[in-house]
């Protein structure tokens, strides 16, 4: 019956945890050493990292090991840097290396980057206690090109989750990632977040350099998704992210979808992804008169 019973607040603790449970955690339950050996040979318990269970079953998730990753590392412990940025949203995939932030003294392992830091901020976010989106945007903008913590800053503003009074305080001289976080604040240009791929952040940035007009960024125009959009010139850029490795059903897509824009009054333009990359300047001047011939009066 006691079993039974710490089986239940031991199930409830796994819940909150993605089925994942610490030692520490099952000790403060009242769990002794000896019931959780004997869980582990009847498969209740089932080990991931040391001191880390899975409790019931082995459900493989990258909740579950984000939650192992943050109870191995021990009470206090938080994700942080590239991982506390996707699991906010700030970035689209998770880094294949699992990064924690813990006040205590805890080896990094394998596929799981332990930060020993006492005074950081901890909050939760979906479930999961992870640092605030101030430091987060810090300890990214640290091992980060400047690029990815401009997309970064913008995905923050698009979900509401960017306080610039929260940052600043964070860039303090000689604060790993304060001058590049400093650069990207100064640059900032919420439009990054609605693009979709990396080809179209280099074109958006291949806009800037250039001094052109800022497009709209996966605009809704005639009844298309268009990659890029300038309403006062009636100019539509799309960016093949591929290359030239279309299917016969893409080429028949792009082919309409032109057709359908320049019956409406406007100027299509491709680009492919080589172009943006290798020959940005051809791409900038082309780019560039386009833009100077098709200007609309107000």
């Not at 990214?140 to 940052?167: C, F, I, K, P, W």
């Amino acid at each position: 019956m006691a079993k039974r019973f710490a089986k239940d607040r031991v199930g409830r603790t796994a819940a909150r945890q993605c089925g994942r449970v610490a030692w520490f955690q099952l000790r403060k339950l009242g769990v002794v050493d000896a019931v959780i050996h004997d869980w582990l040979n009847q498969g209740y318990l089932h080990p991931k990292l040391p001191g880390v269970y899975a409790v019931g079953h082995d459900a493989p998730s990258v909740e579950a090991d984000l939650a192992a990753a943050v109870l191995y590392a021990g009470p206090g412990a938080m994700l942080s840097h590239g991982t506390a940025a996707a699991w906010w949203g700030l970035i689209d995939n998770q880094p294949s290396t699992i990064n924690v932030s813990t006040p205590r003294r805890c080896r990094s392992r394998r596929g799981i980057k332990v930060h020993q830091r006492r005074n950081c901020r901890r909050t939760s976010h979906k479930g999961l206690p992870v640092t605030s989106v101030a430091q987060t945007l810090l300890d990214y903008a640290a091992g980060s090109a400047l690029t990815s913590v401009r997309v970064a800053l913008a995905n923050a503003e698009y979900h509401r989750l960017l306080d610039v009074q929260e940052v600043r305080p964070q860039l303090g001289h000689g604060r790993p990632g304060s001058t590049k976080l400093r650069q990207a604040l100064a640059r900032h240009e919420p439009r990054l977040a609605h693009a979709r791929s990396p080809v179209e952040v280099t074109f958006f940035e291949l806009c800037e350099r250039f001094g052109l007009p800022l497009p709209e960024v996966n605009a809704r125009v005639s009844g298309w998704t268009v990659d890029f959009f300038w309403p006062g010139h009636g100019v539509v850029v799309e960016v093949d992210p591929c290359g030239n490795h279309h299917t016969p059903a893409q080429i028949d897509r792009d082919r309409r979808k032109d057709l359908a824009l320049r019956s409406d009054g406007l100027v299509v333009h491709r680009y492919s992804r080589d172009q943006v990359e290798q020959t940005p300047d051809a791409v900038g001047a082309d780019l560039t008169a386009a833009l100077e011939s098709s200007r609309r009066p107000p």
